[in-house]
């Protein structure tokens, strides 16, 4: 076994990441090389979460887009891991992460459904403005029993979730705890249910007695 290929026994190590995709729609001084039914300018990514480079340990990406795109699979050999485009529908984009030859770690692939319209309550209001819509999830990668080499790929550079989220950088410890108090929230509210509906069961149970007894 070569050197630094040696896998680490009962070890994991994880780096953050998100994927995703922002969107802004397309202005009337557009260039003329965007067909005229394109509505929008977008771009879908693979990024650190606090900006971090990911290029130590992932050595491309493979963003498969909707096959009426020429060259729709575009492999994306170093950082910035994006792909920017114009079209004017939705659909899904596969995001397939190959990591360096020192790693020894298989492919993984996730799945990204490209956002290009606002939704929600104010929807209508950010399509009068023309906001950037933006759609993006938090993950990790994951890696069981790594080999020397990537281990100490991976430990020359801690990566933690920042402090504060931001509009740029919504993933925060502060937004893990927000989520945790709102799970907490949840969980008394149903407690709460849970005791109520309880009683009122015992109670349709005694007038249920009550009138047997009669």
């Known amino acids: ?75 994306i050999e170093e950082p910035p891991f994006e792909v920017t485009e114009t079209g004017w529908g939705e659909f899904e984009i596969s995001i397939r992460v190959y990591f360096v030859p020192e790693a020894s770690e298989k492919n993984v692939v996730m799945y990204h459904h490209l956002k290009l319209h606002p939704y929600g309550p104010e929807a209508e209001q950010q399509k009068l403005e023309g906001a950037t819509v933006t759609s993006m999830q938090y993950d990790e990668f994951v890696f069981n029993e790594p080999t020397e080499s990537l281990f100490e790929i991976l430990t020359k550079k801690t990566a933690v979730l920042p402090q504060q989220k931001s509009t740029l ?25 849970i005791q109520r509906l309880t009683e009122r069961m015992h109670a349709l149970e005694r007038e249920k007695g009550a009138v047997r007894t009669l």
Request: charged residues 25%; proline residues 6%.
């Open 169 to 193: 950088v919504p993933f925060s410890v502060q937004s893990e705890n927000e989520e945790l108090d709102r799970l907490s929230d949840a969980h008394v509210k149903v407690q709460e249910n």
């Open 1 to 75: 076994m070569s050197s630094g290929s040696k896998r680490l026994k009962n070890l994991q190590i994880c780096r953050p990441f998100v994927y995703g995709n922002m969107a802004v729609p397309l202005k009337e001084d557009r260039s003329p090389d965007i067909p005229t039914d394109h509505t929008h300018s977008w771009t879908v990514f693979l990024r650190g979460v606090n900006g971090d480079d990911l290029s130590s340990f992932v050595k491309r990406v493979v963003f498969k887009l909707h096959e009426t795109y020429p060259n729709s699979t575009r492999s």
